[in-house]
């Protein structure tokens, strides 16, 4: 076990120094460069010229990259070009809001899709059984902006129960008044997949020799399902829900640009508008980091589901 | 009755649900209360700083229109300059030495003393120096020495005479002429640009990027303290959320650019929909160096071949000015006496075949993703298509649309600019000298440079006047440019919003302003 974890930590390393490499070139194939875009309209070439050599733009490439690989092994995301800040604190600043979203998603997704799938599973062909899929259907194919607006319709406008845009301050009681309606939008689609890949995993399950053995015995239904389906189900269902929290964070740069929250989603778009590159690289790196993490998060828990399942 | 202890639990936790759920959902239907005087604003994204000398963004202009004060300021009713911290001046009989006499007793924000003479001349110094790379060096390029007569006097000495120069010392895009404090720059450094001091009414107290930019009422305003005490900017990019928060009310006042989205408001209970003014030109920069562009007829052809009340009345809603020409109705020395091109894609034909291309060509605009850029130029496609013309769109977003407009491969632009009244500032970007790379002379076109140059010099007005009217005649037959149309600022305000006039720089003027 200790030397799969360990394996598994030293695989982030490259893992994370492709994505910073992949980054750095994408963002520099990216026409406009960040001294023209700062500068705007009217400045002279030469206040150009003086910026790009002061953001060390006028080096070539493998200088720049291999100053930039040197720093970041450091743990120096650099500063960025448009506010002169230190990248990292910056993600920092803006990471609570995207996580605390991101969280709030998940959380419900498993609230409400999970309970959902399993009724729907034991209870299959029922009118719920039909309704609830149709439902989740439905939620899985709804554009994510579509459902962020159709919620601050009615929530906030016509009922007024909740504030429209900004995300309030992230340590108090009050950001959950903000959170909620982006995080009901953000949930739509992962609550829709984990309901259907509950009730077929659960099916699946459920008609299993040990079910019946279980029951054969003399079980209360209740018990058969919480203990023996549920946990055997888990496992695909904790796949999808790893898996999700990827798009999760991909969509809640969606979700930031349409509830105006101050989150990694907007800092990123805002910093890619700029061609702010040191800004792009660390942000990016920050998100796979997450993303790799969670994976191996995931990972760790199949052995608790099915113990037969041991790292080697 | 005997309760067990079981029982005793459960009941309390039943209770507890219960008194968390209630307490929750009163707390949660409890609108935030907004204190009186509180305004929002929507600045729709993110600045870059709050330095004038720095800042090319609109969004920061909108913050710091209230912040700092300079020597002069538009009226709000006209494009007059009235005096600000200037109180008046002279002007020397050869136009080349201005003699400002400053207001007395201004207080900076924060306790950084009185401004004085010296805040002025280290100001335009400071947007001079190369050292700074301000954006706006260009504009003081033809100051030769700023110097200090009095405590509340200065004098600038210019290289020569330009017609334009008090505009540019005014509260206005570009933003160099805003005054700093010299103490509070010295000081504060590069951090000036996150806590701007100030002279306006306003006064800087918080910046979380992203989220919000919070100023407070300056009691000390040398033009009395202003009704509002706060004002909140956000920075909403999406139309559809900014409105929607405005019905809400958690947002008081947005520009939209989208104009489409406007209907639904033009009687609406509790919010108006207002346009203001706006020195602003959308049009198509032809390559005057790069067939079939170089050719007169062309550019003739595309002019009557596209059909601007179609794009005014379809897709801007009639939101916008039909053109005669870049130089807008409302600037000084503007003439409607020119050739036109009404829409005729007969005559369009007629000039293509006589120039050489009686089957059309293929070509392509770059457009920038802005507003209604893309479906106007949809409609433009489909209106030269009619004429043969097979234009390709090429839709950018802003840092590869920069790139791309420049090279010199580049046949069409679509291009919008909004700028100050004086004619001159919209004719620089149509002098050679001013050609890609490093400038936006897009066209490339040269064909007015001796008069741009007589327009920025002569300071008798009438003469002025004159030059612009040949400039405008002179353009409208060598067509460099298809003049689409002059937008409107369109904005929406909630009603309890009192003394709320549009700027018409594209800013917030918020000193007048209260809330019902």
């Given at each position: 076990m200790k030397t799969y974890l360990l394996r598994r930590l030293l695989m982030m390393i490259p893992t994370l120094l492709g994505i910073g490499t992949v980054v750095f070139i994408i963002i520099r194939l990216a026409p406009g460069n960040p001294a023209e875009i700062l500068l705007g309209d009217y400045a002279t070439p030469e206040a150009v010229a003086l910026l790009k050599e002061k953001m060390g733009l006028d080096r070539p490439l493998y200088q720049q990259y291999g100053l930039y690989l040197w720093h970041l092994l450091q743990g120096d995301f650099g500063r960025s070009y448009v506010t002169n800040r230190l990248v990292l604190p910056e993600i920092i600043r803006h990471l609570p809001y995207t996580l605390e979203l991101a969280g709030a998603a998940v959380l419900l997704s498993i609230l409400i899709g999970l309970p959902a799938g399993m009724v729907s599973a034991v209870k299959r062909d029922t009118l719920f059984d039909r309704i609830s899929m149709v439902a989740a259907l439905f939620l899985a194919s709804m554009p994510l902006f579509w459902l962020g607006i159709l919620l601050m319709l009615?929530?906030?406008?016509?009922?007024?129960?909740?504030?429209?845009?900004?995300?309030?301050?992230?340590?108090?009681?009050?950001?959950?008044?903000?959170?909620?309606?982006?995080?009901?939008?953000?949930?739509?689609?992962?609550?829709?997949?984990?309901?259907?890949?509950?009730?077929?995993?659960?099916l699946e399950i459920i008609e299993q020799d040990f079910i019946k053995v279980a029951r054969a015995k003399g079980l209360e239904e209740n018990r058969v399902v919480l203990k023996h389906v549920l946990k055997n189900a888990m496992i695909p269902v904790t796949t999808v829900i790893g898996l999700n929290m990827g798009q999760l964070l991909g969509g809640s740069v969606v979700i930031e640009m349409v509830f105006a929250r101050p989150g990694l989603g907007k800092l990123l778009i805002d910093s890619i508008h700029g061609r702010d590159y040191f800004q792009v690289q660390g942000t990016v790196i920050i998100i796979a980091s997450l993303f790799v993490v969670v994976n191996f998060l995931v990972d760790l828990t199949y052995s608790l589901f099915d113990p037969r399942i041991r790292y080697q | 009755m005997i309760v067990s202890r079981g029982e005793k639990v459960r009941r309390f936790m039943v209770m507890l649900a219960l008194t968390v759920c209630f307490s929750t959902s009163v707390y949660f239907l409890t609108e935030s209360a907004v204190t009186a005087q509180d305004l929002v604003v929507n600045r729709k994204a993110e600045g870059i700083s709050l330095d004038p000398a720095k800042t090319t963004t609109m969004e920061d202009y909108m913050v710091m229109g209230n912040i700092f004060s300079s020597l002069f300021r538009f009226k709000t009713d006209s494009f007059d300059l009235r005096p600000d911290l200037a109180t008046e001046y002279r002007v020397s009989p050869d136009g080349k030495t201005y003699t400002f006499k400053l207001r007395q007793g201004v207080k900076w924000h924060k306790g950084y003393g009185e401004f004085t003479a010296e805040d002025v001349e280290f100001s335009i110094n400071r947007v001079k120096n190369p050292e700074t790379k301000s954006p706006y060096a260009r504009n003081f390029a033809n100051v030769a020495k700023v110097e200090v007569t009095g405590k509340y006097e200065v004098k600038m000495e210019l290289k020569q005479p330009e017609a334009t120069f008090l505009q540019n010392l005014t509260v206005t895009r570009p933003c160099s002429g805003l005054i700093v404090s010299k103490q509070a720059v010295t000081k504060l450094g590069d951090g000036h640009g996150s806590q701007p001091i100030g002279t306006g009414p306003f006064v800087f107290q918080e910046a979380v990027p992203r989220e919000k930019i919070v100023l407070v009422a300056n009691p000390d305003y040398?033009?009395?303290?202003?009704?509002?005490?706060?004002?909140?900017?956000?920075?909403?990019?999406?139309?559809?959320?900014?409105?929607?928060?405005?019905?809400?009310?958690?947002?008081?006042?947005?520009?939209?650019?989208?104009?489409?989205?406007?209907?639904?408001?033009?009687?609406?209970e509790k919010l108006n929909v207002i346009t203001g003014p706006r020195i602003s030109v959308h049009m198509i920069l032809m390559n005057t160096k790069r067939p079939p562009f170089n050719n007169v007829k062309v550019r003739q052809a595309m002019a009557y071949a596209i059909n601007t009340d179609e794009i005014i009345n379809g897709i801007l809603s009639g939101f916008a000015d039909k053109p005669t020409g870049v130089i807008h109705p409302q600037m000084f020395g503007y003439?409607?006496?020119?050739?036109?091109?009404?829409?005729?894609?007969?005559?369009?034909?007629?000039?293509?075949?006589?120039?050489?291309?009686?089957?059309?060509?293929?070509?392509?605009?770059?457009?920038?993703?802005?507003?209604?850029?893309?479906?106007?130029?949809?409609?433009?496609?489909?209106?030269?298509?009619?004429?043969?013309?097979?234009?390709?769109?090429?839709?950018?977003?802003?840092g590869a649309y920069v790139q791309a407009r420049a090279q010199e491969t580049t046949e069409l632009v679509m291009f919008g600019v909004s700028l100050p009244p004086d004619p001159d500032f919209v004719m620089r970007d149509f002098?050679?000298?001013?050609?890609?790379?490093?400038?936006?002379?897009?066209?490339?076109?040269?064909?007015?440079?001796?008069?741009?140059e007589m327009g920025s010099q002569e300071m008798d007005k009438a003469k002025r006047s004159q030059i612009y009217g040949e400039i405008q005649k002179r353009m409208a037959q060598d067509v460099p440019a298809v003049v689409l149309y002059h937008p409107k600022w369109t904005q929406v305000v909630n009603k309890r919003v009192r003394g709320y006039t549009v700027e018409r720089m594209g800013g917030f003027w918020l000193f007048p302003v209260s809330i019902d």
């Open positions: 009615f929530f906030s406008i016509k009922l007024g129960w909740f504030p429209l845009i900004g995300a309030g301050d992230p340590a108090s009681i009050d950001a959950l008044r903000y959170l909620i309606l982006p995080s009901m939008a953000l949930a739509g689609t992962p609550t829709a997949l984990v309901a259907r890949i509950t009730r077929s995993s659960v | 040398y033009e009395g303290a202003p009704k509002l005490k706060r004002i909140t900017f956000v920075p909403i990019a999406d139309e559809t959320t900014a409105l929607m928060a405005l019905e809400s009310g958690d947002v008081h006042i947005t520009q939209i650019e989208n104009v489409r989205l406007l209907q639904k408001y033009q009687n609406h003439t409607a006496d020119v050739q036109r091109y009404p829409y005729d894609p007969q005559k369009a034909k007629t000039l293509l075949a006589e120039a050489g291309y009686p089957n059309g060509f293929k070509t392509k605009v770059v457009v920038l993703i802005y507003g209604q850029w893309q479906k106007v130029m949809e409609l433009v496609k489909a209106q030269l298509a009619k004429v043969g013309i097979d234009m390709a769109i090429q839709m950018l977003e802003r002098h050679s000298k001013n050609a890609p790379p490093g400038g936006l002379n897009l066209s490339r076109y040269s064909g007015v440079d001796d008069l741009i």
